[in-house]
């Protein structure tokens, strides 16, 4: 089955310092991916859509400056947290789907505290 | 706009016990349903999907039929495990909005030996 990978899995990083998160898909061409975040016992809020070659549509709330999406190619996409602060600290999980097809693939996410 | 509905938990279960877990939808047209499953610190993996009315999708003595006419999709199993504790995510993607998700709240099972 197709499989997606995030890295790293856990971060730890300091007030005010950058953070990047990869998603790749594995085995398959990934033409839109997506970035959730989840807080404790919650939900998955989507933050942005990702498609590869243009740029991310952010929800509304999310600030796209502060969380920078790449789609540079088929296969990865980056979420960089810029000066990140503390209330950054999540769950943050990608997702990927295949070109043509209805299902997505959630990758198995990136714990980041922020102290 | 499209939204999903799902029972609130957390729902605690004697093992061997009957599972339901609801789901209702708000959609335009024909969505797609799906039950996803999240294992503590892991992210999310399909359990089933179902991409037509009456349809019923199934996995691992999971099942859900899609039901157009009472818009749910609600997830059972026969004699739940202790492994089966996780937290239960219905989701749909609508037929016009580009792949996107609308997950439900989550409900929380744990099953007890």
């Known amino acids: 089955g197709a499989v997606v990978s995030q890295h790293p899995s856990r971060v730890i990083c300091k007030s005010g310092t950058s953070v990047k998160i990869e998603c790749r898909s594995l085995?398959?061409?990934?033409?839109?991916m997506f970035w959730y975040r989840q807080f404790p016992k919650q939900s998955l809020m989507l933050m942005a859509t990702?498609?590869?070659?243009?740029?991310?549509?952010?929800e509304q709330g999310v600030e796209k400056d502060k969380f920078l999406i790449n789609h540079a190619s088929l296969t990865l996409s980056t979420l960089t947290v810029t000066s990140a602060h503390p209330e950054d600290s999540s769950f943050y999980i990608c997702?990927?789907?295949?070109?043509?097809?209805?299902?997505?693939?959630f990758g198995p996410g990136t714990r980041l505290t922020v102290t | 706009g499209d939204s999903v509905t799902q029972m609130e938990g957390p729902v605690t279960l004697s093992e061997e016990a009957f599972l339901t877990i609801n789901c209702t939808y708000t959609?335009?047209?024909?969505?797609?349903l799906f039950w996803y499953v999240q294992y503590p610190g892991e992210g999310l993996q399909l359990l089933l999907k179902?991409?037509?009315?009456?349809d019923k999708g199934s996995n691992k003595g999971f099942e859900a039929t899609y039901r157009k006419e009472t818009t749910s999709f609600h997830l059972e199993k026969g004699s739940v495990q202790v492994s089966d504790s996780a937290v239960y995510f219905c989701?749909?993607?609508?037929?016009?909005?580009?792949?996107?998700?609308?997950f439900g709240t989550g409900t929380s099972l744990t099953v007890i030996p």
């Open positions: 959609a335009t047209g024909y969505p797609s």
């Open positions: 990702s498609n590869e070659g243009s740029k991310a549509t952010y």
């Open positions: 085995d398959f061409q990934a033409t839109t």
């Open positions: 997702s990927a789907v295949e070109g043509g097809r209805d299902e997505q693939y």
């Open positions: 989701a749909l993607m609508g037929a016009s909005t580009g792949n996107q998700f609308y």
């Open positions: 179902a991409t037509k009315a009456d």
